[in-house]
């Protein structure tokens, strides 16, 4: 055990709270043995637990056998407005609830330890809000992603912040949009769409995959700048009414949107790649803080989280691994891939077949792999156990 993950374990607070949630479950009869957990048959997908609103980030809980998921939500059905779609310039109605939420998922049940605000289209679809979770030293986290949107009635400042989790609710840690509008690390446009975080000793370390860039927050809410991530070229695709001839070199942003620390107490990052989400074109990249970022691995298709296991070999999540503009389009094929790069350099594809743009992956203390799965929808997302 590294000391980041010493350190994090030694959190008295959370320690306090896990338990008493746990305890909680226990006496009202609602926590089962292991023995009730489903077990999914060889070479596939055992669903955990079902009817999941827009599952994102999955990781281990404090104790064997529990499960922290971010729901990014539904959005909600009477605080709306219309605005232009980022990807197809169409106008679409976007609403506001309190549909978000941290869940604690122990053995196939689901608590909800905090609701949180959400946005997301009619259908509840494509929905913004927690996007992520991390245990450690700042306590029990939730990433925002997003920034505040203006013309809701409900508030909507949480989006954009750090959350700490507390048994009293959720409360702000750090403001990760304000410090992209006020620093713009990579000098490009501003934007800011925090999504992955992840607990680094004293520390948290967060993505923000619209500023490209890696950031650690301290306890007081200081936010500082690890890395900036350049840009990739990929070919121009075949097939699209607009832009230059295809296999045109094309700059495309790196939009990183994972990061987990490895066996070498180095932080990974996974990128999932701007328009036109070349396929092949996302990189892992390898982050020792005061130092220029390396490429780690490449080749990979929209990445979107990262996990190491206990042998050192890094699992990589990929939504779409045809690339989500195929699968964006009417009737595309949204089929995620999870690979597993060993320690020797070579790749081995743990599981594919059923991942539908999966969102999160997270490995336990005895080696299970856990992935959330329909990660952009409302009603059928789900955690599935990858044999």
């Known amino acids: 055990m590294n000391h980041h993950t010493a350190t994090a374990r030694a959190s008295k607070w959370r320690a306090v709270w ?101 946005v997301a289209v009619a259908d509840g679809s494509f929905a913004g809000g927690p996007s992520d979770t ?7 986290q939730a990433i925002m992603n997003g920034t505040a949107e203006p013309g809701f009635a409900g508030d909507t400042s949480a989006f954009g912040k750090l959350l700490r989790v507390g048994p009293f609710g959720p409360s702000p840690i750090a403001d990760i949009a304000a410090f992209e509008s006020a620093q713009n690390p990579d000098g490009v446009e501003i934007d800011s769409n925090a999504y992955g975080v992840t607990s680094y000793g004293r520390f948290s370390v967060v993505t923000d995959a619209g500023g490209n860039s890696l950031l650690k927050v301290r306890k007081s809410g200081h936010v500082s ?29 790196s939009v990183p949107t994972s990061v987990t620390v490895g066996p070498d107490d180095a932080l990974y990052v996974g990128e999932l790649t701007g328009f036109p989400f070349a396929v092949g074109a996302a990189r892992v990249w390898r ?24 042998r050192g070999r890094l699992h990589v999540l990929e ?3 045809n690339g989500l503009l195929q699968g964006m389009q009417p009737g595309g094929d949204l089929t995620g891939a999870l690979i597993r790069v ?46």
């Open 134 to 140: 991390a245990l450690g030293s700042l306590g029990l």
């Open 18 to 118: 896990a338990t008493g949630v746990c305890f909680a479950l226990a006496v009202s009869g609602f926590l089962p043995t292991a023995a009730q957990a489903s077990s999914p048959p060889e070479g596939g997908l055992g669903v955990v637990v079902d009817g999941l609103d827009n599952p994102r980030g999955i990781d281990p809980g404090l104790f064997p056998g529990t499960l922290l998921v971010a729901e990014a939500g539904r959005g909600g059905d009477t605080d709306c407005q219309t605005a232009p779609n980022p990807e197809t310039g169409e106008d679409e109605t976007y609403c506001l609830g309190v549909t978000g939420a941290v869940d604690l998922i122990a053995f196939g049940h689901k608590v909800r330890l905090a609701e949180l605000p959400s």
């Open 225 to 253: 700048l690890l890395a900036t991530f350049p840009d990739v070229i990929v070919p121009w695709p075949d097939g699209l009414p607009f832009g230059p001839p295809a296999g045109t070199p094309t700059p495309a942003q």
């Open 287 to 310: 982050v020792v803080p005061g130092e220029a970022p390396t490429v780690y691995a490449d080749g990979f298709t929209n990445i979107i989280d990262l996990q190491f296991d206990a």
């Open 319 to 321: 939504i779409a691994k």
């Open 342 to 387: 060993n320690r020797n350099g070579s790749r081995t594809e743990v599981a594919s077949t059923g991942l539908t743009a999966p969102g999160g992956v997270a490995i336990d203390v005895f080696g299970r792999i856990y992935v959330t799965n329909n990660s952009i929808f409302a009603g059928i997302g789900e955690v599935v156990r990858v044999k």
